[in-house]
Nanobody, 114 residues
Framework: QVQLVESGGGLVQPGGSLRLSCAASGSIASTNVMGWYRQAPGKERESVASQISGGTTTYADSVRGRFTISRDNVRSTVYLQMNSLKPEDTAVYYC????????WGKGTLVTVSS
């Protein structure tokens, strides 16, 4: 079992920045994938960014160049640095861990509004 705890959400003005964190604990495999999905009101959950423990990253087209995912493998923590935030980035952001199956955090709300 793996447990995930997210932090860092909140209210920010358009053009602002936020940094999300997600700490994993439990049975952590040496090779795994950690990342972020988001779900906006009335929309389906979508992938935002992911990173393999070896370093390879992927991004949704809508966030590439604005968001940066990074990891601290020693602390089993993944981060999402979000810059130049837009109102359409408003969503609940969910952290996940994948090794043979997905584990999910409870989500953290990001609201981009003036």
């Amino acid at each position: 079992q793996v447990q995930l705890v997210e932090s860092g959400g909140g209210l920010v003005q358009p053009g602002g920045s936020l940094r999300l964190s997600c700490a994993a604990s439990g049975s952590i495999a040496s090779t795994n994938v950690m990342g972020w999905y988001r779900q906006a009101p009335g929309k389906e959950r979508e992938s935002v960014a992911s990173q393999i423990s070896g370093g390879t990253t992927t991004y949704a087209d809508s966030v590439r160049g604005r968001f940066t995912i990074s990891r601290d493998n020693v602390r089993s923590t993944v981060y999402l640095q979000m810059n130049s935030l837009k109102p359409e980035d408003t969503a609940v952001y969910y952290c996940y861990y994948y090794f043979r199956t997905h584990y999910w955090g409870k989500g953290t709300l990001v609201t981009v509004s003036s």
